[in-house]
């Protein structure tokens, strides 16, 4: 059995109560208090409680992946926007492809809804291209193909966050290198991304089995995606550590979708009970490790993590396989 609160008396009139299920701890203090204890309290609950922070992003606005009958985008939208809120989440980006709306004008509504929640949107490519299929130049086009749209909907806000489609970031250095110039020249930031359990997977088999209303299969899809994502921000603390020697200020992607947004609130649940505050992009990037630069030429890419645990020949941490086979195969 393991023991979920720990109390330790750590000089006279002060004990330091750890609660190992919250990741949190607080001094409890008696009538006599002495300076000295009270410092190495404050000590302890810093080593006891380190600070984990995480950035929540949404790829692929304003249409992700199948919906199930009945349900719209901008009902997804507009879900997404209030789980966020009533978790007072801080504004969280919305990553876009404004080529979409070629096929589907009227998918504007979704990013008029993420604005007028005050969200902002960042740059995904105009057509959701993959560097690994086309030229620097071609891609370089695709990013700024992307922007006038962006610039009219943020209104001179900051907009120049770019975050690479299936996060691939060049498969030759050459490549990697030119977009990363072209990207600084641009004064782009680039939205990296640390912690990554490929939650798109589930939003297929979730439109099929609310089709054949399999109530079944769908709680089985709720459970494998929150074990999947625990498992998966577990991987991503533990690389981190590996890397940099440190829990770091995560980056979490997450997609449009609309098993995503049935999802949510439950997924931010789980990261609180894993003693996550929610912060914004900008809040987290301002950790040092997002000045790390893999710079090497990598097909499949991957969180920054993976990258630096490439680039550096670390091994990986042992970890369970995503059910990816298991959730093509549901409600065919
Ligand atoms: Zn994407």
């Given at each position: ?31 006599v ?65 404004a080529?979409?709306?070629?096929t ?28 690994n ?22 209104h ?103 098993f ?38 990598l ?34």
């Open positions: 059995m393991k023991v979920s609160r720990v109390n330790l008396t750590t000089g006279p009139g002060l004990t330091m109560v750890i609660d190992r299920k919250r990741s949190s701890a607080r001094c409890i203090s008696t009538p208090l002495l300076s000295f204890s009270l410092l190495l309290c404050l000590f302890m609950i810093e080593k006891a409680s380190p600070a984990q922070e995480v950035a929540l992003t949404f790829d692929d606005l304003p249409a992700h992946a199948p919906l199930p009958p009945g349900v719209t985008r901008a009902g997804v939208a507009k879900q997404i926007i209030k789980a966020l809120e009533s978790a007072h989440a801080p504004k969280s980006y919305g990553f876009m492809n080529g979409k709306l070629q589907v004008p009227e998918d504007i509504e979704v990013l008029n809804l993420w604005r007028a929640a005050g969200l902002p949107l960042g740059n995904h490519t105009y057509s959701h291209m993959s560097l299929a086309n030229t620097v130049e071609a891609f370089e086009q695709d990013i700024q193909a992307n922007e006038p749209l962006l610039d009219s909907m943020m001179g806000r900051d907009w120049r966050w770019f975050r690479y489609p299936y996060l691939w970031e060049g498969d030759t250095r050459e490549k990697r290198r030119a977009i990363r110039s072209y990207l600084a020249e641009h004064k782009y930031h680039i939205a990296q991304v640390t912690l990554d359990f490929e939650d798109w997977a589930w939003n297929g088999p979730y439109a099929r089995c609310s089709a054949k209303n399999d109530s079944k299969a769908i709680e089985q899809l709720k459970t494998s995606y929150l074990s999947t994502a625990a498992e998966y921000i577990s991987f991503g603390q533990q690389m981190a550590r590996m890397i940099y020697g440190r829990d770091i200020k995560h980056v979490l992607l997450l997609h449009a979708g609309a995503d947004a049935v999802m949510l609130p439950q997924l931010i649940d789980l990261l609180k009970q894993r003693g996550f505050k929610l912060v914004s992009l900008q809040q987290a990037e301002r950790d040092p490790a997002y000045r790390s630069d893999p710079d090497m030429g097909q499949w890419g991957g969180t920054l993590l993976q990258q630096m645990m490439e680039a550096r020949h670390l091994q990986i941490p042992a970890h369970q396989e995503k059910p990816m086979k298991e959730l093509d195969a549901m409600c065919r």
